[in-house]
Each structure stands twice: as C-alpha cells, then as structure tokens.
C-alpha cells in the first residue's frame, strides 16, 4: 500500500536548485521520503524526459506470474547525465547568425507597393477597355457614314471617307452608283482588328461585307472597301447601259450589284456583286442574239468574197487556180452560194472569250470566161470547201470574222 499524500517530483543533479538534499527526491505535501514501495504505483508517466508521475491514485495489487517491475536508474550520477543532455539555449553568435525579420514598417511598404502595382494594372486594362470602346464606336460611325454615302449614290463622300483611293477609277461616280443597285438597311458591327462588319440589301438579297480600317491623320478611314472586278479579257464594257469604257481588264467598284456587257452588247458578262471581301472574274456568256449575230457576219463575209471579181478572193476560204495558159475574162466571174452553209452549222465558244465558231463547208458556184491564145470558153465551176469560221463579238455589234481551214 502506498501512501497517496505524495508524489515524486524531477530529479536533478546534484547541486542543482535550492530546494533538494543532492541524490534525493523533493517532497510535495510530505515530510516523509520515496520508499520502496513507489515502483509499484500504476499508469505512471514520463515527465520532463525521464521521471514520472503517477496519472491515478496508488492501488495495490500483485504482479501476474512471470512478470517484474522495471527499476529506474535513479542514482545520482544518471540524473546528471539525463540533465547534461538537454539542449542548450543557443548562444549569442548563433542568435546573430539567424535571419533577421524586415522590419515592420518595411513589410508594409511591401505589401501597399504590391497593391499599388495591382491597382495600377487593372486600372490600364480599364484604360485598354475604354480606348477600344471608343475606337469601335468612331469605326462603326465611319463605316456606317461609307455605306450611306453609297446607298445615296453619293460618290464623293464615299470617296472622301477612302485612305486610298486607286488609279482605275473610272467606274466610281455617282451616274455609275445611279444606275446600280445599291445598299440599303444598312448596318454596321465592329470586329476585334479593325474591321467592321456592314450588313445590308441589295434588291432584298441580304449581302455581308468585312470593311477594314485604318488610323489616319484624318481620323480612321477605310482602307479596303471596293470591289475589284475583272474581265476575261481586255476589253470595252458596258455598265448598266453605259456608254462603252475604255478597253481594260479590271475595274474597282463601290459595293452594289451592277449589270455588265460588252460593247457590243453581244455577251453577257452577268449582273456580279463587288464585294470587297472577293474579287471577281467575269466569264462571258453568249446567247441567242450573239450567235444569231455571228451567223449573220459570216454570211455577209462570204457574201463579201463572192462579190468580188477575182476567182481568188484575198482573204476569202474558197477559190481557184486556173491550168497553165488559161486566163479568166475578169468582168465574167460570178461567185454564188450553194444552198445554206449555215443551217446545220453548231456554234461554240472559243477559248478566247467573247468569241464563237462553227464548222462549216461552203459550196461555192463559179461562172467565168477563160481564154487560151485563140480558144475561149464560158463554163460553171462548183467549189466546195470546209473551213472553221470565227466571229469576235466582244467589241462592234456587227462580229469582226475570221475563218482557218479544218
């Protein structure tokens, strides 16, 4: 049984403290020394790294067979080397040699350079924001003014809002925007880069253009808003009836739908859009009134060859040459056709554009006098020839013609 009215307290080496007799045990709340029997005590725990201190009240108790207590060192000497190895505090020069903290004063010109810095950028997003805000808003007023100018053929305001305007200009005039089917319900989208996008009508057709722009010293103006439209070929046009151009190749052109032919009028070259975002080439088609017209130059071309007195017509498909020693009476020739070289014949077009051919044979009828010394005779020659005969109907209503042999 063990006296509950104590409990032992840390051993310290020998000289240590001022309260302790060296090599024995301090007393809480008893006079009366450690005895023997304190091994006994049970859930004892460890406290400052090597005595102990009863957790619950001393109990008494045997010890099942096989097992003993476990006695401590207790001695004198083990204290003091239990207390030797605690840590030391450390020294001055180890101190020194740690870290030091910023100052407090410092950290916080840290923190508040820090939140400036932040501050400062979101700040110069908001700027970037607003700047382009606004430059969307001028571009939109721009393009909008643009397509307006147009729908009102107003050339010269269109032209005015152009950074560059290029040298083949002749079709950006106001009777040229008159005659033209123009935008109408117009409106316009500002794009990320300096586009916009203007929407529109033209004869109700919905139509979509991306109008780009450009900073100037003037403000921002438009740097690629015309239609570039191109021929097959060099040559003259008409435009929605115009008088005929200048023969060319291309032509800009305000964004409107616009009918165009050929001088002649013979081919038709379609009613296109010029979009700035697509240049166009034109491909001519040939109708009925282009074909009818190539049927009629060629008969009169052969018509033209068989007028005349020669029985070797220059530059005509069909002749003769007369046996050695014969000569013809030159007032006698008569050249006529033989039925309709024309009837059966099939059209096509060419590789060159605006013109067509056919194969034909032409039956050619030949009267003439022929004189040989003393001799002369009247006789009725028949000349058949097949020959390809091509007609050009780009330029003059009435088809240049050529013809080369089959």
Known sequence: MVDDSWRPTKRRPAGVGSDSTPGQVGLVDSAEPASADVASTA?????????????????????????????????????????????????????????????????????????????????????????????????????LAYMTAIENADAVAALALIDHVPA??????????????????????????????????LGGEPQATTLALSHTDQGWRISSGLGVVSLPTVAAVRVDGAEPTAPLLGMSMFPARYHITSASGLVDFGTPVANPNTPTTLTGEIGADGRQAAVEAWRGYVGTCAAGKSIQPTGCPFGITLTEGWEVVTDTIQWAVIGDPWAEATLAETAVPGTVEAKTTLTMALQATYRNGDREITRTDTVAVTVWMVADLLTNATPSVTWRPV
Do not use: C, F
């Open 43 to 143: 859930n004892a725990g460890v406290v400052d790294g090597g005595d102990w201190t009863p957790t619950k009240a001393p109990h008494t108790g045997g010890i099942t067979s096989g097992w003993e207590v476990a006695t401590a060192d207790t001695s004198d000497e083990a204290a003091a080397e239990n207390w030797a190895n605690l840590p030391a505090a450390p020294t001055r020069e180890q101190a020194s040699k740690r870290p030091a903290k910023a100052p407090r004063s410092r950290r916080r010109r840290a923190r508040a350079a820090i939140i400036t810095a932040l501050i400062l950028v979101l700040a110069a997003g908001g700027g970037v924001v607003g700047w382009k805000a606004l430059n969307a808003a001028a571009m939109k007023d721009v393009a």
């Open 168 to 201: 083949d200009d002749g079709m950006l005039n106001a009777a040229t925007l008159q005659r033209a089917v123009r935008p109408a319900n117009v409106t316009v989208e500002a794009n990320i880069n300096d586009t916009v996008t203007a929407k529109y009508t």
